[in-house]
């Protein structure tokens, strides 16, 4: 069964800190991969995604994500965080022949200024 | 010429009541989801449609019944209340392509069901 780790439950930085925030997932077969965000009291958006290509993938508000075939892994970043992108940040996948998408937990980033 | 709409926003019930709750889309999408997002945050799929008809049904309680009256809305139904179903119910579609190419889901603004 598929499954998605967020190791980071809860982050905390100052502005302009560099941010990376881990997921990983358990899936054999070719997978689709996504970032989420929520701001408070919204609803999900899509920050990126990766389907096939590039495994270095650009998302929205300077947000980017890599791709890691041999490390399950899909982790996102960003240079220099903004008090702007306090939310909750949920990676997802889906995989095989489904739509069926698989959430992660969760990761709360709270930027301070 | 909002993409996703769920209706209501909010919704306060006692225990043991049935309520309802709705969802629109406008993007000609032809396959809708319901997720709950539990006090943790951890979003969990309950059903998918497409085409109105029913595709994911993730051992949820038969106390949830899902209602899709035309491939624009996913009604979401639920009878008799319990205090664990308190959660916010997100409403979600894509475009189904064919199977094994998948396409990205867009989610409604939720509704934070709480139950007395």
């Known amino acids: 069964a598929q499954s998605v780790s967020q190791h980071n439950h809860h982050v905390i930085l100052s502005e302009a800190a560099s941010l990376e925030l881990g997921c990983n997932y358990s899936y054999g077969g070719t997978v689709n991969l996504f970032w989420y965000v929520q701001y408070p009291g919204q609803h999900l958006q899509l920050l990126l995604k990766?389907?096939?290509?590039?495994?270095l993938v650009k998302g929205i508000k300077g947000f980017e994500a890599e791709f890691i075939k041999s490390k399950f892994s899909f982790n996102l970043r960003k240079p220099s965080v903004q008090w702007s992108d306090t939310a909750e940040y949920f990676c997802a996948v889906n995989g095989g022949n489904t739509d069926k998408l698989i959430f992660g937990t969760g990761t709360r980033l709270q930027v301070f200024p | 010429d909002t993409a996703v709409s769920q209706t209501p926003k909010y919704l306060v019930t006692q225990m043991g009541n049935d309520k309802s709750i709705k969802c629109e889309q406008n993007l000609g999408h032809d396959t809708m989801y319901w997720y709950k997002q539990d006090s943790k945050k951890f979003l969990k799929i309950m059903f998918s449609?497409?085409?109105?008809?029913?595709?994911i049904n993730e051992t949820v309680p038969n106390r949830f019944s899902p209602k899709s009256p035309d491939k624009a809305h996913l009604n979401l139904h639920i009878n008799s209340l319990e205090l664990g179903d308190s959660a916010v119910y997100f409403c979600?579609?894509?475009?189904?392509?064919?199977?094994?190419?998948?396409?990205?889901?867009?989610f409604g603004p939720g509704t934070r069901l709480t139950v007395l």
């Open positions: 979600a579609s894509s475009q189904w392509l064919q199977a094994s190419i998948y396409n990205e889901q867009f």
């Open positions: 449609y497409n085409n109105k008809e029913l595709i």
């Open positions: 990766y389907f096939s290509g590039d495994p």
